[in-house]
């Protein structure tokens, strides 16, 4: 089914052929997600504006994704977990004491590892109730701030985008605007899921929060348009999740696409039903230890946060 032409425009590649892939979110509820037939990118037919998704965001995102308006003591232990799973991974490309800057900084939990390893490590989150929990009492250099409420100065090191690049109201925008922020040879990390290795059932895969779905190749290409060269991947393509760190160079003047990127999304986004997704042997193994870590997470995270929280008091 396709979506009639001029109602959208691709924020990659600028065309305006859909085909609407799925018109009901994760919950049942009307959601119209589409796929450009130019490049392959998959997101919200129509998207929201920057007004809609900023004013999401600031109140409703966290209870309404997460079903919390503060968070939990499981939540933080996993973010705390994340965190010192990202700065391992990218503290071999970061020379000490380093700014590191993150953008949907969430708990802060990231930027409380990266400043505890002796890094210049501050965000930005749009959220208020995961904000305060953040300043309070983890005590993170974490404001209450928009992306584009900041000025383009060219002189941070590293920014880190975590499962944030999907919630953004125009990828193209929100890059364009982060390479502003990024000194000469900067870094940027990002990490988001990967719709070509689905993290659910096609039933389970759509969210009004997830404004758009990369692949890993969508990705780069929208990094490369937006002036970013890839340094190393950490995830391969059969994985959930697109972990790759970014360096800022030139903005390209004749951007190509790859026109057969949107067959190849659109195979890997019907290539399993209900029935064929579960029954995958390194789907039941991966759901079983995640079962097996959730168990271990409730039993275990009070005690852990107790004993964060008294890491950081008063610091």
Not at 114 to 122: D, I, L, N, T
Not at 150 to 159: R, T
Request: with cysteine.
């Amino acid at each position: 089914m396709n979506q009639p032409d001029n109602l959208q425009t691709c924020d990659l590649c600028g065309s305006n052929q859909f085909s609407v892939i799925s018109e009901k979110d994760r919950h049942g509820s009307s959601l119209t997600t589409g796929l450009c037939n130019g490049c392959g990118l998959v997101s919200h037919l129509p998207v929201p504006s920057e007004e809609e998704v900023s004013a999401y965001y600031a109140k409703d995102y966290r209870r309404d994704y997460h079903g919390e308006s503060s968070p939990s003591t499981r939540r933080i232990m996993r973010a705390w977990n994340n965190g010192a799973r990202i700065l391992k991974q990218l503290a071999p490309h970061i020379p000490a004491q380093t700014d590191v800057f993150e953008v949907g900084a969430g708990i802060g939990c990231t930027v409380k590892n990266f400043e505890a390893a002796g890094y210049q490590a501050s965000g930005i989150e749009p959220n208020t109730g995961f904000n305060a929990y953040t300043r309070d009492t983890l005590h993170a250099d974490v404001t209450n701030t928009n992306l584009y409420d900041l000025e383009s100065s060219s002189d941070k090191h590293v920014i880190l985008l975590i499962h944030v690049i999907e919630h953004f109201s125009s990828p193209t925008r929100a890059l364009s605007h982060i390479r502003g922020l990024l000194k000469e040879d900067g870094l940027l990390y990002i990490e988001c899921p990967n719709i070509a290795a689905p993290f659910a059932t096609f039933g389970r895969l759509f969210h009004f929060a997830h404004i758009y779905n990369f692949t890993p190749n969508t990705l780069i290409a929208m990094a490369t348009k937006c002036g970013f060269e890839v340094v190393e991947k950490f995830t391969d393509e059969a994985n959930p999740d697109i972990q790759i760190l970014f360096r800022k160079t030139i903005v390209p003047e004749n951007f190509q696409i790859n026109t057969e990127e949107a067959e190849r999304t659109k195979t890997a986004i019907y290539r399993y039903n209900a029935l064929t997704y579960n029954l995958r042997p390194a789907y039941l193994q991966r759901r079983i230890c995640k079962l097996l870590k959730y168990g271990n997470e409730y039993l275990k995270a009070g005690a852990f946060v107790k004993t964060l929280e008294a890491r950081f008091h008063d610091k």
